[in-house]
């Protein structure tokens, strides 16, 4: 026999715990003569089945049922269900700690909720003592804290040299330079890069140009070329983030920016730069689109990761008329853009030994390589001319 307190260090329960058990029924003890409560051997056994059954994720009403009764089968399976959930969501828990201590990928994460909620993933990032510049690099291209750095010098060591990086032609920039009636004044070139379509604005229109990059290395690359052209007189560099300009309201006649609007997200970019813009100027983007309803799921997979905002050209029409801009002309760019960078760049790649990559930067523009050869078609970049709508008009919409 055995009083309560001896019960409590055998089983390892409190004696409150005990006592409770009692109350319920699931043991009973035997009252001496002085009050003290004595329990047997059974009641041992019993409380160490019971917590075996606990063990198991039972409740304590389940583990009732199954010690009072036959096992009730179909209860069993559904708490099993519930347990397997319970741990793939602690996996994830699991998972996510690793990988922010750096033991693992945080690539599925940093997906996940750039998806969900990219500003707030943008100033966490910040937050983490990543510039803006490195943590939009982050965010579209390596999506991984813990690799990021040589994700980014794999990166650069495979576009080093290559003019483009991404879709572009002068036939196209010129289609929609003359589709837009001025051809003087002040134009700001956002995400300019190395300054491929700067110089030819600058060439080609009496435009005061300001290009603007948050990338030092490409603004050098743009002013060698400039003094090159005897242009430099003629355009301003800036090193400066699109998200946080700093030029006077209505500045510019046009704002020009071709494959870069996506970094802040098109409706963002809309809203942030229309105040920059003088009254009815135009605004010049150019971005990825859906170019079918219904794309394979292969591509359309790959895109959700790597450009989850991508739309139909329908979807971005509306999404203009509704921030306030007039379309003027809309085409979708050329297959010569398009072979500006992928011929350039598949050249490249061949000629890279993968064993030089520790990072899976190569393995990415592999993936993106055959991507395009496979379906671009059912995608490609759409050129958007866009007149901006005067505040009488913007008043009488609203």
């Known amino acids: 026999m055995y009083r309560i307190s001896a019960l ?31 329990y047997s051997e059974q009641d041992v056994q019993q409380l160490k089945l019971l917590q075996q059954l606990q063990a198991g994720g039972l409740t304590l009403k389940e583990c009732r049922a199954c010690l009072e009764a036959r096992i009730d089968r179909e209860r069993l399976l559904q708490r099993l269900k519930v347990l397997d959930e319970e741990i793939a969501q602690k996996q994830k ?16 994460w940093h997906q996940s909720i750039d ?10 990032l910040m937050k983490q003592g990543f510039s803006e ?5 982050l965010k579209w291209l390596s999506k991984d804290m813990n690799e990021h750095e040589q994700y980014m010098a794999d990166f650069e060591l495979i576009f080093e ?12 920039s010129l289609q929609a330079i003359n589709t837009i009636p001025v051809k003087s004044g002040e134009l700001l070139d956002i995400g300019c890069g190395k300054g491929v379509v700067t110089i030819l604005l600058a060439e080609q229109t009496q435009f005061s140009v300001t290009a603007l990059d948050n990338d030092e290395y490409s603004l050098a690359c743009l002013r060698e070329s400039l003094d090159r052209k005897s242009q430099l007189g003629k355009v301003t560099a800036v ?12 500045q510019f006649d046009v704002i020009w920016s071709e494959g870069s609007a996506y970094i802040m997200g098109v409706p963002q970019a809309l809203e942030d730069w229309k105040p920059f813009i003088k ?59 398009w072979g500006n960078y992928l011929n350039p760049l598949t050249t490249k790649v061949k000629q890279l ?46």
């Open 239 to 250: 090193c400066a983030s699109m998200t946080d300009m700093s030029f006077s309201e209505h």
């Open 161 to 172: 040299g290559l003019e483009r990086l991404g879709p572009g032609d002068e036939i196209d």
């Open 8 to 38: 409590a260090h055998k089983v390892g329960l409190s004696r409150s715990t005990i006592l409770y058990y009692e109350k319920l029924g699931l043991i009973s003890s035997k009252r001496q003569a002085n009050g003290y409560r004595n």
């Open 133 to 137: 510049k490195q943590a939009l690099r």
């Open 93 to 108: 828990s699991r998972d996510l700690l690793c990988s922010m201590l750096g033991m693992t990928s945080m690539r599925e």
């Open 279 to 337: 009254e009815e100027g135009f605004l010049v983007f150019s971005d990825l689109v859906w170019l079918t309803e219904s794309p394979e799921n292969e591509v359309l997979k790959f895109w959700q990761q790597n450009y989850p905002d991508m739309v139909t050209v329908a979807s971005r029409y509306q999404l203009i008329e509704n921030a306030g801009y007039k379309i003027i002309d809309s085409f979708e760019l050329s297959k010569q853009a």
């Open 353 to 398: 030994p993968q064993r030089d990559f520790t990072s899976q930067a190569l393995e990415d523009i592999q993936s993106e390589l055959e991507i395009h050869q496979k379906y671009l078609g059912q995608y490609g970049y759409q050129m958007f001319v866009l007149k901006k709508e005067n505040k009488i008009r913007d008043n009488f919409r609203s």
């Open 115 to 124: 998806k969900q909620a990219p500003l707030a993933h943008l100033n966490w």
